[in-house]
């Protein structure tokens, strides 16, 4: 499998209800040998096609952003947090340290006139994935 150079792909990236990533056939994706510009499982999948085959694979949540981790999921009581974290609203992102101590960014889920909730985890943990598309060429 390590004599290719590159394989071109089109392809889209998505959710059940999200398209995430896509790269038409105007515009597809060059993956070269030795640059890891994707995940390896995804990569041994795609070198077994040929320039003109479709493909359809389905990325269970472990193999893509993860499961969700409740210990990143916080709740904070407004009374509790300095006036920076009070005046966040839902969807801001701010940084900050998670459970293990390491800086993380936290995107702000709930927040009211009580209480605010940030999630530490990627916005597609816990997320199947679907990749598809049509290899272009592989050299």
Do not use: C
């Not at 070269?32 to 359809?56: E, T």
């Not at 407004?78 to 609203?89: H, N, Q």
């Not at 340290?97 to 993380?104: A, E, S, T, W, Y």
Request: aromatic share 8%.
């Amino acid at each position: 499998m390590n004599s290719w150079q590159s394989i071109t792909i089109e392809f889209q990236l998505s959710t059940e209800d999200e398209l995430i990533d896509a790269a038409p056939s105007e515009s597809p994706f060059v993956i070269k040998n030795g640059q890891h510009s994707m995940p390896d499982f995804l990569l041994d999948r795609l070198l077994v096609l040929n320039a003109g085959q479709v493909f359809y694979f389905e990325i269970d949540p472990e193999l893509g952003f993860g499961k969700i981790n409740k210990d990143l999921v916080i709740e904070m009581s407004k009374e509790k947090v300095p006036d920076s974290i009070r005046s966040l609203t839902k969807g801001d992102i701010v940084e900050m340290k998670d459970p293990d101590k390491k800086l993380r960014k936290f995107r702000v889920i709930k927040s009211d006139e009580n209480q605010i909730v940030l999630d530490g985890n990627n916005p597609l943990a816990g997320q199947k994935l679907y990749f598809e598309g049509r290899v272009v060429e592989k050299i």
